[in-house]
Nanobody
Framework: QVQLVESGGGLVPPGGSLRLSCAAS????????MGWYRQAPGKERELVAT???????DYANSVKGRFTISRDNAQDRVHLQMNSLQPDDTAVYYC???????????WGQGTQVTVSS
């Protein structure tokens, strides 16, 4: 199994920046996808960004141009640089890991991001 630990969440004013990180440990398959989803109060969990070991990056339209996802060379850590944060970005952000053969999703515990003045 895979364990995920997120860090970097917090309180930031509108227009500010945060950098989230997620470290994976356990049984890590060489080929995998890691990324971030978020869930705001009263809303469904939604994709923010994912990045595969093959280099494919996918972003939600709402964050394109503001957020950047990246991975370490070891491929066991993923980062999300969040710039120009707005109140609508307020949510719990969850790290996800998925890999063959099962493509089961593993989730971190979530980290709170609050954008408020």
């Amino acid at each position: 199994q895979v364990q995920l630990v997120e860090s970097g969440g917090g309180l930031v004013p509108p227009g500010g920046s945060l950098r989230l990180s997620c470290a994976a440990s356990g049984t890590i398959f060489l080929i995998n996808t890691m990324g971030w989803y978020r869930q705001a109060p009263g809303k469904e969990r939604e994709l923010v960004a994912t990045l595969s070991t093959e280099g494919r990056a996918d972003y939600a339209n709402s964050v394109k141009g503001r957020f950047t996802i990246s991975r370490d060379n070891a491929q066991d850590r993923v980062h999300l640089q969040m710039n120009s944060l707005q109140p609508d970005d307020t949510a719990v952000y969850y790290c996800v890991f998925r890999s063959p053969p099962s493509w089961i999703d593993y989730w971190g515990q979530g980290t709170q991001v609050t954008v408020s003045s």
